[in-house]
């Protein structure tokens, strides 16, 4: 379960914080001003979550990459390759 804490309290009571969250797992919201503003999670925890996003990222770049070679499956490497070109000097315009 999340705790909530200030970030007043949190500087008085830093290390037990610290060891709730590294040694017991549990994740604290840091408050400024009543405000949620940080999350403290044990750094298992964090590289879990990065490895989440990067496969979801991963699996978005698959599918893109897949209606790409759909919608390209007709045309040559040229005029792909041309395509390409046309897109790249639009972007320098812009």
């Known amino acids: 379960m999340n ?3 200030g970030v007043t309290e949190l500087q008085r009571n830093f290390r037990r ?3 709730e969250v590294a040694h017991d797992g549990v994740p604290y919201i840091l408050t400024r ?3 949620p503003e ?3 999670i044990p750094y298992e925890e964090f590289v879990r979550l990065q490895q989440v996003r990067e ?3 991963l699996a978005r770049l698959d ?3 897949a209606k790409m ?3 390209n499956a007709g045309l040559s490497d040229e005029e792909v390759e041309e395509d390409l070109r046309a897109a790249r000097k639009e ?3 812009s």
């Open 3 to 5: 705790k909530i804490i």
């Open 17 to 19: 914080v610290f060891d």
């Open 33 to 35: 001003d009543s405000r």
């Open 38 to 40: 940080v999350v403290m």
């Open 55 to 57: 496969a979801q990222i």
């Open 63 to 65: 599918r893109l990459l």
């Open 69 to 71: 070679q759909e919608r």
């Open 91 to 93: 972007l320098q315009r």
